[in-house]
């Protein structure tokens, strides 16, 4: 089945969603619109030319009031209310909410309530949505009834949340500790500037190439969310100036002593089956940017692991906070636009 999907934003995110749709033989969605606040015209140039991730390779046109991405013709919008968006009108019935400016569950639902669409993903962690699901922890909770607005949380949550899974699962987790290293966002500033993308932090508004600049993102809760089963968290996120590429840490208390290899043919293990496409698995030495236009939520990284006598554990995983996160709204997408029962495993929500 194809999931007809709209993207509001057409931002980082909403780009990388594009992008890896139009280059899947078979990805289960069909993008049938966008709405952002930008011409048709800027869109496509937009999807043409990318600093990061390099030319489209494809063809991208803007035509009246449509993008033409390889032949297909995606309906443009620009409106700048949500409640706006006539998503109905092109047979829409998920929505990847992904302007980062509505995050409110409630805000969000009008895509429902006003724009005709089924349900409703938000690309963020998200104030009050119907459930948070992380694909391969607990996207099986999703509940196709009560759930019209979900949030696969941050793109931080769901490296951590993969790797403390298998932790749990094969060996107890207590109390963790947890650190992010995030790469450039669009919000930050390329010179100081204290208003705006600021927020509640003056330090969000420090140059971002100048500095790692702790940030207040609270992680810790929504890890729990997916994994209620694990012991008390902590957490540290800094925004450091990478273009792209970013490093969880997570460091915690196992049930029982565990030895390096142990925990590295865990996470081997778990990569090459129930979380394949999830977690991916790399001994090669790495650095942040090998993990661009990585698929998966977290690339392991076994040099990272360390252990100690009476059950410490720290272990590493590197994360394209773009592509890897955008991977996992299209399987929520998927999920969620399914109209059949949800599978209890994993595997076959795996990047496409
Ligand atoms: N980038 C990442 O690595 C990453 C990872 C995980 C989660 N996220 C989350 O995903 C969300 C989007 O992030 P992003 O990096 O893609 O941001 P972005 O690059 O700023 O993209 C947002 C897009 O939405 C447009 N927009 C702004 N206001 C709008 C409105 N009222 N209606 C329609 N479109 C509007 C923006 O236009 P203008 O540019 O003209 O403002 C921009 O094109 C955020 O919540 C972010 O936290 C991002």
């Not at 899974?165 to 107890?172: S, T």
Request: glycine residues 10%; proline residues 6%; contains cysteine.
């Amino acid at each position: 089945m194809t999931v007809a999907i709209g993207i509001n934003g057409l931002g980082r995110i909403g780009r990388s969603l594009t992008r890896i749709v139009a280059a899947a033989p078979n990805p289960g969605v069909s993008i049938v619109a966008v709405n952002d606040i930008a011409s048709t015209e800027k869109l496509a140039y937009g999807l043409r030319r990318d600093s990061i991730r390099g030319s489209f390779p494809g063809t991208v046109t803007a035509r009246g009031d449509h993008l033409v991405v390889n032949d297909h013709a995606i309906r443009a919008y620009r409106q700048e209310r949500p409640e706006r968006i006539p998503w109905a009108d092109q047979g829409v019935e998920v929505v990847i909410e992904a302007t980062g400016r509505f995050r409110a569950g409630g805000t969000a639902r009008s895509h429902i309530s006003h724009g005709g669409a089924r349900k409703v993903v938000i690309s963020a962690s998200a104030d009050n949505p119907d459930a948070f699901l992380v694909m391969g922890a607990n996207h099986t909770s999703y509940d196709r009834e009560a759930h019209d607005v979900v949030s696969p949380a941050s793109c931080g949550v769901n490296a951590l949340t993969v790797m403390a899974k298998v932790l749990l699962d094969r060996f107890g987790l207590g109390s963790v500790n947890t650190s992010v290293m995030l790469a450039a966002q669009g919000w930050g500033r390329v010179q100081d500037s204290l208003i705006g993308a600021s927020r509640d932090d003056p330090r969000l508004g420090r140059a971002t190439g100048e500095s790692i600049i702790p940030h207040n993102h609270v992680v810790g809760d929504l890890v729990r969310v997916a994994l209620p089963e694990i012991g008390e968290m902590r957490y540290s996120y800094y925004c450091v100036p990478t273009p792209i590429g970013s490093l969880a840490e997570l460091s915690g208390q196992t049930a029982r002593p565990v030895s390096v290899e142990e925990v590295n043919r865990a996470m081997a293990e778990a990569a090459a089956g129930p979380l394949r496409g999830i977690l991916a698995y790399d001994p090669d030495p790495t650095v942040s940017i090998d993990v661009k236009n990585n698929p998966a939520s977290c690339l392991f990284d076994p040099s990272g692991t360390q252990t100690t006598a009476d059950g410490g554990v720290k272990v590493r995983g590197w994360f394209d906070n773009e592509w890897g996160f955008s991977n996992r709204l299209l399987d929520l997408a998927r999920l969620i636009g399914e109209r059949l029962p949800v599978p209890s495993g994993h595997a076959s929500w795996s990047a496409v």
